[in-house]
C-alpha cells in the first residue's frame, strides 16, 4: 500500500485547500498534517493540473465579485477607525489639551498672556514643554507595542484577549506587564472573545450496553495518546448540516483526529478516530472517552475501537461535565472561527479544515502554560527511571 493511501480523497481535497491558503512554507503544513512532504506536493499539482483543465479562460463575473467583496471588507475596517482613534484620546486630560494648545499659540499670543486666560501655572507648562522628548519616546513605545498587539490579536482571528496576548510577547522576548497590555488594548479598543456555551447533538442509544466510565471526569493524561476525548457537533450552512467528529488528546489539548460528513452516522466518529490511529497518535491500551450517543456506542465504532487495541468508556447521560474537555473544545472552535453560517458545505469544510491547524499549531493554551498543543506533543520526554 502507497504512503498516501490510507488517506481519504476528503482528506487529501481537504489538505491541498489548506496548503494553496497557507502563508507557510508546503513543508510546514505537511508536518502540521502528519503528511509527507512530497505526497502533499504530488496532490497539489494534481489539484492545479485539474483546475487549469476546467478553468477554460477564467470567469470575469467572478473575479469582479471578488474585487467588490474586497472593496467592502477595506470599507468596515476604515468604519472601525474613528472608534479606535476616539478611545485612544479619551485619557487626554483637560490641562494637557491647555499645553498643547499654548504651545500651538504662543508665538501669536505669548506664554504668559495664554497661561492667564487659561489659568494655568507658567512654570507648569514649562515643565511640560522640557519633558516632551521622553513624553514622544514613550508614545513611541507605546504605539509600537500597540502594533504588536494588533498583530498579535489580528493573527489569532480576534480570540486573543490581554493573558494570551501578554504570554506570546513574551515569547517574542518582551519585558512587559500584563497590566500594561489591558491598558493598551482598552484604550485602542482591542478586545478578545467571549465563548459561546456549548451544546451537545449526540442521542443516548438506549438498547446498547453502554461502556464503563474510565475517566470519572479526570481530563488530565500523563502522558501524549494515553487517553482520548471525542464528540459531534454540527456547522449550519445554506445547503444543510455539516458535522464534525473530534478526537481530543487532554494531555496536549491537540486534536488529533477528525471527520467531517452532511450526516452524523457511526461512519462519522469511525472515521475520526481512524485517522488518529493511522497519524500513529495513539498508543496501545489507550482509553476513548465519549457520550452515550448512538453513534460511540454502535457495534461499527466499537470494533473500530477494538481493531486499534484502544479502549472504550462513557460518561452518565445527561451531564455535559463528564465529556467537558470535548465540548469545551467546541465552544472554543465555534467563538473563534469568525463566522456563524456558510453558504456551503464546502467553504465550512475548509475554513474548519484551516482552523484545526491553526489551533494545533499556533494558538497558545493557558492550560498547557501558554504553549501550542503541538509543542506540547513534541517537547514531551518520558520521566527518567533511577536504578535503586
Same mark, same amino acid.
Not at 124 to 142: S, V
Not at 316 to 326: L, Q
Not at 327 to 350: D, M, N, P, V, Y
Given at each position: ?129 522640557? !519633558?516632551?522628548?521622553? %513624553?514622544?519616546?514613550?508614545? /513611541?513605545?507605546?504605539?509600537? $507595542? +500597540?502594533?504588536?498587539?494588533?498583530? *498579535?490579536? @489580528? ?105 467531517? !460528513?452532511?450526516?452524523? %452516522?457511526?461512519?462519522?466518529? /469511525?472515521?475520526?478516530?481512524? $485517522? +488518529?490511529?493511522?497519524?500513529?497518535? *495513539?498508543? @496501545? ?104
Amino acid at each position: 500500500m502507497s504512503g498516501s493511501s490510507k488517506y481519504s480523497q476528503e482528506f487529501r481535497v481537504d489538505a491541498v485547500a489548506l496548503a494553496r491558503s497557507a502563508s507557510r512554507p508546503l513543508a510546514q503544513v505537511a508536518r502540521e498534517l502528519g503528511v509527507n512532504h512530497e505526497t502533499l506536493r504530488t496532490w497539489v499539482r494534481a489539484a492545479d493540473r485539474a483546475d487549469q483543465a476546467a478553468a477554460a479562460g477564467g470567469d470575469a463575473a467572478e473575479r469582479e465579485l471578488r474585487q467588490l467583496r474586497k472593496r467592502v471588507a477595506e470599507l468596515e475596517k476604515e468604519k472601525e477607525i474613528p472608534r479606535k482613534a476616539a478611545a485612544y484620546f479619551a485619557g487626554d486630560g483637560s490641562l494637557t489639551r491647555s499645553y498643547r494648545f499654548i504651545s500651538d499659540h504662543r508665538a501669536a499670543y505669548g506664554v504668559a498672556r495664554l497661561c492667564r486666560v487659561l489659568e494655568v501655572r507658567r512654570p507648569g507648562f514649562y515643565e511640560w514643554l522640557a !519633558a516632551a522628548p521622553a %513624553r514622544e519616546h514613550r508614545a /513611541r513605545e507605546e504605539d509600537r $507595542l +500597540a502594533g504588536e498587539i494588533a498583530g *498579535i490579536h @489580528a493573527a489569532h482571528r480576534g480570540a486573543y484577549g490581554s493573558p494570551r496576548i501578554t504570554a506570546e510577547l513574551r515569547r517574542r522576548g518582551e519585558t512587559v506587564n500584563h497590566k500594561r497590555v489591558e491598558r493598551v488594548m482598552r484604550e485602542r479598543g482591542i478586545t478578545g472573545i467571549t465563548r459561546r456555551k456549548p451544546r451537545s447533538l449526540t442521542r443516548k442509544d438506549k438498547t446498547a450496553a453502554p461502556a464503563p466510565d474510565l475517566i470519572g471526569r479526570d481530563f488530565t493524561a500523563d502522558a501524549p495518546g494515553q487517553r482520548l476525548v471525542g464528540d459531534i457537533t454540527c456547522l449550519p450552512t445554506d445547503e444543510g448540516w455539516l458535522c464534525l467528529a473530534t478526537v481530543l488528546d487532554p494531555h496536549t489539548r491537540e486534536i488529533v483526529g477528525h471527520a467531517l !460528513a452532511p450526516h452524523m %452516522r457511526a461512519d462519522l466518529v /469511525r472515521d475520526a478516530i481512524t $485517522l +488518529a490511529a493511522d497519524r500513529g497518535l *495513539i498508543n @496501545a491500551g489507550a482509553v476513548f472517552h465519549s457520550d452515550r450517543g448512538t453513534q460511540y456506542a454502535s457495534t461499527e465504532f466499537r470494533a473500530t475501537l477494538a481493531a486499534h487495541g484502544i479502549r472504550a468508556s462513557m460518561g452518565r447521560t445527561g451531564s455535559c461535565y463528564d465529556n467537558a474537555a470535548a465540548e469545551s473544545f467546541f465552544a472554543t472552535l465555534k467563538t473563534e472561527i469568525g463566522t456563524r453560517s456558510w453558504t456551503t458545505r464546502h467553504q465550512a469544510r475548509h475554513a474548519v479544515f484551516a482552523y484545526l491547524a491553526y489551533y494545533n499549531h499556533h494558538r497558545l493554551h493557558s492550560t498547557l502554560n501558554y504553549r501550542t498543543p503541538h509543542e506540547t506533543r513534541t517537547n514531551y520526554s518520558p520521566p527518567t527511571t533511577h536504578a535503586a
